[in-house]
């Protein structure tokens, strides 16, 4: 069939992966790259596309079948419904959007125009946490009943990478986005209730107004109790930008997963075992292209488009998750627990 002519808006280090990824995909076209950043002509450049500083003129000018939008975590929702109502079918990057109202707009929209649109919550397919899902799926842990999950920036992230937004997004949106979407993928449930408490002061005294990380106690449906913690003050010496590890704990058993090892450790009532992985994990580079679940997750949602099905991380699939954020939110302005709106 004919290639899948794809549009990138936000030419970022996300959205210039996103742009590798399509130029190196034997079934897709990479025609079009749009950034406000003049600077960024350079990512278009790179991949033999077209550069345009305005979504319109590229839609205007460019016959396109898809696009990825990769804008900054708080400007998701205006670039996905613009895409939808020229008729295009969209990959946004995570998070769905940093307001109830914007997450719920881009749910409705996507009803209405019938089109494949997809969250890319690339880590459900790391090898490593698709083997987690199966064995609790597999009931080798039981009932599960606690969850914990610690993710880790260094402090580059929020001063370097993304300084010029970070205060405008959070570890909670930034980094909490995966780790939430993974234990709603793995447990199956809902989650209910927020109780969050933030820690401040690094990044204040660099200028920036944002916390410095956040706890969050969520109660999932069944009555699982979960503990997400998010941070980004990790010193620069630290040996992977990001890093972090889950554990989940059930009524017959017990897994730990390490990142940084890539090692699960499971216990139950039959012995314990340990396993171990290689190979891609996200976006590793093999054979001079770009290998791992980011790639994988852009087959799902191309095979999703060819198919017009629903992908498995759908806008109405992961309006949880955005709910859930905004109730962690309005915990830690009230300092109560606050319940996930439906």
């Known amino acids: 069939m004919d290639k899948f002519r794809v549009a990138v808006v936000g030419a970022g280090i996300l959205g210039a992966r996103h742009a590798r990824v399509y130029h190196e995909l034997p079934e897709t076209e990479l025609v079009a790259v749009v950034d406000v950043d003049p600077a960024r002509e350079s990512v278009a450049e790179r991949y033999g596309a077209r550069f345009y500083q305005d979504m319109c003129a590229a839609l205007d000018n460019e016959q396109i079948d898809l696009m990825s939008i990769a804008t900054p975590d708080h400007l998701h929702c205006a670039p996905v419904l613009a895409a939808l109502k020229a008729g295009k079918h969209v990959l946004m990057e995570k998070p769905l959007a940093t307001t109830v109202a914007d997450a719920r707009a881009i749910v409705a929209a996507t009803a209405e125009s019938g089109l494949v649109v997809m969250v890319n919550f690339s880590q459900r397919f790391v090898a490593d946490h698709v083997w987690i899902k199966q064995a609790i799926d597999a009931g080798q842990i039981g009932r599960p009943q606690i969850a914990i999950s610690v993710k880790f920036d260094t402090i580059f992230v929020p ?21 939430l979407d993974l234990i709603y993928w793995f447990l199956g449930k809902r989650p209910v209730e927020v109780f969050a408490h933030e820690t401040r002061g690094t990044l204040d005294a660099q200028g920036l107004a944002v916390h410095d990380g956040l706890n969050a106690l969520i109660q999932f449906e069944g009555g699982v109790s979960t503990n997400i913690h ?33 090692s699960v450790e499971l216990f139950n009532g039959k012995g314990g075992q340990k396993v171990e992985f290689s190979g891609p994990q996200t976006a590793d580079e093999v054979g001079g292209k770009i290998t791992g679940a980011f790639t994988e997750s852009v087959r799902h949602f191309l095979a999703c488009v060819r198919d017009r099905r629903e992908p498995q991380t759908s806008p109405r699939n992961a309006l949880p998750i955005a709910e859930a954020q905004a109730a962690v939110i309005e915990s830690l302005r009230t300092g109560q627990p606050v319940a996930v709106a439906k």
Do not use: C
């Open 159 to 179: 001063t370097g990478m993304i300084r010029s937004w970070s205060v405008q997004t959070s570890p909670l949106y930034f980094m909490s986005s995966h780790d």
């Open 230 to 262: 998010s941070s980004w003050i990790h010193p620069n010496t630290y040996p992977k930008v990001a890093d972090g590890f889950i554990q989940i704990i059930g009524s017959e058993g017990a897994l730990f997963y390490n990142s940084r090892t890539r």
